[in-house]
């Protein structure tokens, strides 16, 4: 059963900043399942990414993700004041798995 | 407007059981497979079971095999979960999820709280 592991745990930047956000699966993953999330206290997430590099509906350009294999990135290209939140990597296989999480606040 | 309302959370001892209900609108409801996912206070998201769209196949995580159980009504537009045996590690908000398009889940519900507390 694959892990999937988010670094960093925190990431601390500056509105119009950029964000890298990375996610590494223990083993290689089918890139087509391989989904990102965002989520603000209090509420449920929302689908950002799928299929690794896919916007899904309504999502702003300067979110974009990238990777295969083991290795998958999610980028914020210049940060907005809404875009801090934690964000989640998510792969589908036998059984859905989420990473553990980055937190991007403020600096 | 796509929508899914979870409903059935509450407070209950060690042991004990619920049922929660997820209650779909918008769109065809019987073409989707349908998630629990759950997040305890303070923690990340875990994956909890899924059905297939026609409820043939339910698949579960090994922290709650046998102990909780999945279904839908195609009719009524709702997905169920069972939850028997209930422990304290079990408390979390349970949010109600599709798999849309590559499986990626695509509408969430706003959740509703479990809590396991004698």
């Known amino acids: 059963e694959s892990v999937l592991t988010q670094s960093p745990g925190t990431l601390s930047l500056s509105p119009g900043d950029r964000a890298t956000l990375s996610c590494r699966a223990s083993?290689?993953?089918?890139?087509?399942?391989l989904a990102w999330y965002q989520q603000k206290p209090g509420q449920a997430p929302r689908l950002l990414i799928y299929?690794?590099?896919s916007r899904a509906t309504v999502i702003p350009d300067r979110f974009s993700g990238s990777g295969s294999g083991t290795d998958f990135t999610l980028t914020i290209s210049r940060l907005e004041p809404e875009d801090f939140a934690v964000y989640y990597c998510?792969?589908?296989?036998?059984?859905?798995?989420f990473g553990q999480g980055t937190k991007l606040e403020i600096k | 407007e796509v929508q899914l309302v979870e409903s059935g959370g509450g407070l209950v001892q060690p042991g004990g059981s619920l049922r929660l209900s997820c209650a779909a609108s918008?769109?065809?409801?019987?073409?989707?497979?349908l998630h629990w996912v759950r997040q305890a206070p303070g923690k990340g998201l875990v994956w909890v079971s899924r059905?297939?769209?026609?409820?043939?196949?339910?698949t579960y995580a090994d922290s709650v095999k046998g102990r909780f159980t999945i279904s839908r009504d195609n009719a009524k537009n709702t997905v169920y979960l069972q939850m028997n045996s209930l422990r304290a590690e079990d408390t979390a908000v349970y949010y109600c999820?599709?798999?849309?398009?590559?499986?990626?889940?695509?509408?969430w519900g706003q959740g509703t709280t479990v809590t396991v507390s004698s």
């Open positions: 998510q792969h589908y296989g036998t059984s859905p798995l």
């Open positions: 918008g769109f065809s409801f019987s073409s989707y497979w």
């Open positions: 059905v297939s769209h026609d409820g043939s196949t339910p």
């Open positions: 999820t599709r798999g849309g398009f590559q499986h990626a889940m695509d509408v």
């Open positions: 299929g690794a590099s």
């Open positions: 083993q290689t993953v089918n890139s087509n399942f």
